[in-house]
């Protein structure tokens, strides 16, 4: 009896061991709407290598890669559809399906602030409905954009000019006048190189990742809006993870908002490294600088608000907050 007991006890915790062996450690596919080692890659590529440090065992990732991998406004899809588990994409790049992500940018505030407030909670919310996905992390808010040129204007007018953009330029580009070209960021490049547009939107830095220097002119001032790179897992591969493994992620995902410290001087090295290499400011002092940023605000709440009154109001209570 006890020697039967013993041996079944064994077999047991054998059987549990073999189960755990098996599904301790999980990896997860990842990929980036940003080129491998770009800019808006580098920290998640950190993120990535923390990950399977400290999760070794117990979570590991497997980084598929950048665009050369999965077309950049296709990764939003690629998580709900959970072709992929874990993303690192803007909000820009899925607004086909979670509209409201236009408003993404207007909320400004530091990480560790918005997890207080709520705003991540609601902006989990959405995506967890619209998109299948965990919102796990949200980087570069205190990275600002601009409208680089390679026409000279005299005022704030685009009459006249094609200006790539994504959805994160499309409304203020338009609202100036400006015929809106969206591109992804693969093809900003040869489009410039052919004229084929005069400017194009983009955050202050990693114009250089690309090559793109060598056919910028002029970057306009002021800066605007604040950057949004999320980092997004798929809902059902989030919920079967272990809470061992989702404190791994969740520790780590907030390190990697953490990096944002590392931003304000990036951004100030982007700017003269700008200036060596002959791009010019266009600035009209800060009475204009200030209509621009109102102006560019007020375009986009106007046009969450009428697509989605009850979400594009909850937003701009909690950018405001
Ligand atoms: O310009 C873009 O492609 C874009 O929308 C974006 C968004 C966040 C970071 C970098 C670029």
Redesign the pocket.
């Known amino acids: 009896m006890q020697r039967r007991f013993v041996a079944a006890a064994a077999a047991l915790l054998a059987a549990g061991w073999a189960h755990a062996a098996v599904g301790q450690e999980v990896t997860l596919r990842a990929v980036s709407a ?1 080129a491998e080692g770009t800019q ?1 890659s580098k920290n998640f590529e950190r993120f990535i290598d923390k990950v399977n440090r400290d999760g070794k065992g117990v979570v590991q990732i497997n980084y598929i890669g950048g665009p050369r991998a999965m077309p950049p406004f296709e990764v939003g899809n690629a998580v709900r559809t959970h072709v992929i588990d874990i993303a690192n994409v ?1 909000g ?2 899925y607004s086909n399906l979670l509209p409201e992500s236009d408003a993404f940018k207007l909320l400004g505030k530091p990480m560790s602030e918005q997890r207080r407030n709520g705003t991540w909670d609601y902006l989990n919310e959405l995506h967890n409905q619209k998109l299948s996905a965990w919102y796990l992390a949200r980087q ?1 808010h205190n990275v600002p954009f601009h409208i680089y040129l390679n026409r000279k204007i005299e005022k704030l007018d685009f009459t006249g000019l094609k200006i790539r953009v ?1 959805p ?1 330029y499309r409304d203020i580009v338009q609202a100036l006048g400006g015929a809106a070209i969206n591109t992804a ?1 693969g093809e900003v490049y040869t489009a410039l190189e052919r004229g084929v547009v005069d400017g194009y ?3 202050v830095s ?1 114009i250089f990742d690309l090559g793109w220097d060598k056919v910028t002119k002029y970057r306009m001032e002021p800066g605007f809006y604040s ?3 999320n980092v997004l897992v798929n809902l059902d591969a989030w919920k079967g993870l272990t809470d061992a493994q989702r404190k791994v992620l969740a520790d780590a995902a907030l390190w990697l908002e953490g990096l944002d410290a590392e931003n304000e001087a990036n951004n100030k090295a982007e700017i003269e490294r700008q200036a060596k290499a002959g791009i010019e400011p266009i600035d009209f002092g800060p009475e204009e600088g200030k209509k621009f940023i109102a102006r560019a605000d007020a375009v986009v709440w106007d046009a969450v608000i009428k697509r989605n009154p009850e979400v594009g109001t909850k937003l701009k209570q909690l950018a405001g907050n």
Do not use: C, S
Request: proline share 12%; charged share 5%.
């Open positions: 940003f808006f803007t820009a790049f570069f994504t994160v960021p939107g983009w955050p990693g950057v949004e790179v």
